[in-house]
């Protein structure tokens, strides 16, 4: 059973910056390909970036694309999102999910976490 504990979440003005960090712990993280997803107040959940295994694939989604960057550190069992540029469209919670394949579909993934807010003032 894997856990994953995201932070780093808070309020920044538009045009800001922010580091979210997710902890993984009771499974094999360096075997697990990882995303990040966001849902926003009334929305659906979507997808914004993942990550295979060995951090050699990346994926974004069209509406962060150049502004976000993810990457993972093996040896701290971590994946980050940094988000630059950040505009209030983005305010969301961001979770993050472990799971066998990189994908942009939030059903194949099997772990997630409990979330971190993000709010960005205009």
């Known amino acids: 059973q894997v856990q994953l504990v995201e932070s780093g979440g808070g309020l920044v003005q538009a045009g800001g910056s922010l580091r979210l960090s997710c902890a993984a712990s009771?499974?094999?993280?360096?075997?697990?390909?990882m995303g990040w997803f966001r849902q926003a107040p009334g929305k659906e959940r979507e997808f914004v970036a993942a990550?295979?295994?060995?951090?050699?694939?990346?994926f974004y989604a069209d509406s962060v694309k150049g502004r976000f960057t993810i990457s993972r550190d093996n040896a701290k069992d971590t994946v980050y999102l940094q988000m630059n540029s950040l505009k209030p469209e983005d305010t969301a919670v961001y979770y993050c999910?472990?799971?066998?394949?990189?994908?942009?579909?939030?059903?194949?993934?099997?772990?997630w976490g409990q979330g971190t807010q993000v709010t960005v003032s205009s």
């Open positions: 990550i295979s295994w060995s951090g050699g694939s990346t």
């Open positions: 999910a472990a799971g066998v394949i990189v994908t942009r579909r939030p059903e194949e993934y099997d772990y």
């Open positions: 009771g499974g094999t993280f360096s075997s697990q390909a």
